[in-house]
């Protein structure tokens, strides 16, 4: 079983006062790690240090029990990174771009021709490798990155927004091939949009300004902040009320004058029972989704 092993993280860029990374701990074994956070909470910032993209100020990694500045080059093979920007090379085919990712892993051919044919079958892109990248739509383009990401077999997934800008049925179909790979590998998700892992996350990671506030099952994280939202039945004529004033997760109509919301506290500040003493309240639990708003909420 593969493990990896973060201790006291910490990332300056240059000419900023607060730390991207601060003291960041973590430990990854195989599944699916959701880490979410706002922009600027850290989590690209951690893909680059792991990917030796960007070199860190402070700090240990090991994988395996070892220090990844002993073993660079073995665990730069370990690892398969999907970058948030669609940072192509538009002029290549997607065979062609698939072979250069294969030679810079150091893929024997006879290998890189039955991993290829696999995974691209698997993503549904088999019938593109002909086509240019600049001709592919942007779902296709983020199919041919985790495709890339794939190759070699890594042991550690880097997934940087991996949803981006597909529509939901790519979303569904992407993140359950996601979940098949995650069996025996490491896959770290990078995400602000909570629907992603919520289903399929071992763990999620809450980073707020280079912090980490919370690594936990999303079952143990949803028993924690399970008094955070409460929902109520609000007529529409007084719903403006409600957004000015508080964080709203949730809201459907249910009734042609009456809407289900749900409100969310801030972290600093309880709900006004005063406020909603006329509202009806209905039993539900608390989502993920909650949980994040509460956290990241500035109201």
């Known amino acids: 079983m593969c493990i990896l092993q973060i201790e006291n993280l910490t990332k300056r860029y240059k000419g900023q006062s607060v730390p991207a990374l601060n003291n960041f701990?973590?430990?990854?074994?195989?599944?699916?790690?959701?880490?979410?956070?706002?922009?600027g909470a850290g989590k690209s910032t951690l893909f680059y240090i792991l990917a030796n993209i960007l070199d860190y100020n402070t700090g240990t990694i090991t994988y395996n029990g070892e220090n990844i500045d002993d073993i660079a080059d073995e665990f730069s093979l370990s690892l398969g990174y999907m970058p948030q920007q669609q940072k192509l090379f538009e002029y290549m085919t997607v065979f062609h771009f698939l072979e250069y990712f294969a030679l810079l892993k150091k893929i024997n051919m006879?290998?890189?021709?039955?991993?290829?044919?696999?995974?691209?079958?698997?993503?549904?892109i088999a019938n593109l490798m002909?086509?240019?990248?600049?001709?592919?739509?942007?779902?296709?383009?983020?199919?041919?990155?985790?495709?890339?990401?794939?190759?070699?077999?890594?042991?550690?997934l880097l997934l940087d927004e991996p949803t981006a800008g597909l529509d939901p049925k790519e979303r569904i179909r992407l993140k359950n091939f996601i979940a098949e790979q995650a069996l025996e590998r490491i896959v770290l998700i990078a995400t602000h949009i909570v629907s992603d892992i919520d289903s399929i996350a071992k763990e999620v990671v809450f980073l707020k300004q280079g912090h980490l506030l919370e690594q936990d099952t999303v079952s143990n994280i949803l028993h924690k902040y399970k008094n955070i939202s409460h929902t109520y039945l609000i007529s529409k004529e007084k719903i403006q009320f409600y957004i000015d004033k508080f964080n709203i997760s949730h809201m459907q109509e249910v009734e042609k004058d009456l809407l289900e919301v749900t409100i969310v506290k801030s972290?600093?500040?309880?709900?006004?029972?005063?406020?909603?003493?006329?509202?009806?309240?209905?039993?539900?639990?608390?989502?993920?989704?909650?949980?994040?708003?509460?956290?990241?909420s500035e109201k």
């Open 25 to 39: 701990n973590a430990t990854f074994t195989p599944g699916i790690y959701g880490v979410l956070g706002p922009n």
């Open 110 to 124: 006879d290998d890189f021709k039955e991993q290829v044919d696999y995974i691209t079958k698997k993503l549904g």
């Open 130 to 156: 002909k086509q240019k990248i600049s001709a592919l739509s942007g779902g296709m383009k983020q199919r041919v990155l985790l495709a890339q990401a794939l190759l070699g077999d890594p042991k550690i």
């Open 267 to 296: 972290a600093n500040e309880n709900i006004s029972v005063e406020l909603l003493e006329n509202c009806q309240d209905i039993e539900k639990s608390c989502t993920l989704e909650d949980v994040y708003l509460y956290l990241y």
